[in-house]
């Protein structure tokens, strides 16, 4: 495609929005009546116009809309509940894990490499289970197949 084509076919765009100025009209014009493929596609795309601007939206059923709303409610309340159970798991298993830690770092009878071992594996273990989750979360995050259905 030539420069001038490419021109013509720009203001095709801008004719079709109503956009173009009185100059690039004329020569828009001259340009169709000198071309009759160009003269065609026109015609096609005004066609497609006001196709298109007649075109509506049917309106669905009110059972669809009732399905709806309810499937947004289920997915909204669903959504809430799993916050507020992990919330409260987080809550109950970092108390319990203080509380332990906590009971062993008090009993003497357990050695003190024993106690740092212990203290190493469940520090370790927390930081692992914070970057995992953080990694998932980022990748779900951006992740383009979300919505993809296998």
């Given at each position: 495609?030539?420069?001038?084509?490419?021109?013509?076919?720009?203001?095709?765009?801008?004719?079709?929005?109503?956009?173009?100025?009185?100059?690039?009209?004329?020569?828009?014009?001259?340009?169709?009546?000198?071309?009759?493929?160009?003269?065609?596609?026109?015609?096609?795309?005004?066609?497609?116009?006001?196709?298109?601007?007649?075109?509506?939206?049917?309106?669905?059923?009110?059972?669809?809309?009732?399905?709806?709303?309810?499937?947004?409610?289920?997915?909204?309340?669903?959504?809430?509940?799993?916050?507020?159970?992990?919330?409260?798991?987080?809550?109950?298993?970092?108390?319990?894990?203080?509380?332990?830690?906590?009971?062993?770092?008090?009993?003497?009878e357990i050695?003190l490499p024993?106690?740092?071992?212990?203290?190493?594996?469940?520090?370790?273990?927390?930081?692992?289970?914070?970057?995992?989750?953080?990694?998932?979360?980022?990748?779900?995050?951006?992740?383009?197949?979300?919505?993809?259905?296998?």
């Amino acid at each position: 495609m030539n420069s001038q084509e490419e021109q013509v076919r720009l203001w095709m765009m801008a004719a079709l929005d109503d956009e173009i100025s009185v100059e690039d009209r004329r020569s828009f014009e001259a340009a169709l009546a000198a071309d009759a493929d160009l003269k065609h596609e026109w015609t096609r795309l005004c066609q497609v116009k006001e196709v298109t601007k007649s075109m509506r939206y049917r309106r669905p059923p009110e059972e669809i809309w009732d399905r709806y709303w309810l499937s947004i409610y289920n997915r909204f309340e669903r959504g809430i509940a799993w916050i507020l159970v992990s919330i409260g798991a987080v809550v109950t298993t970092g108390y319990g894990l203080w509380y332990t830690m906590g009971e062993i770092w008090r009993d003497s009878e357990i050695a003190l490499p024993l106690r740092l071992a212990i203290f190493a594996l469940v520090l370790g273990g927390a930081v692992l289970l914070i970057s995992v989750c953080r990694e998932k979360f980022r990748l779900w995050r951006k992740d383009p197949y979300r919505e993809v259905t296998r």
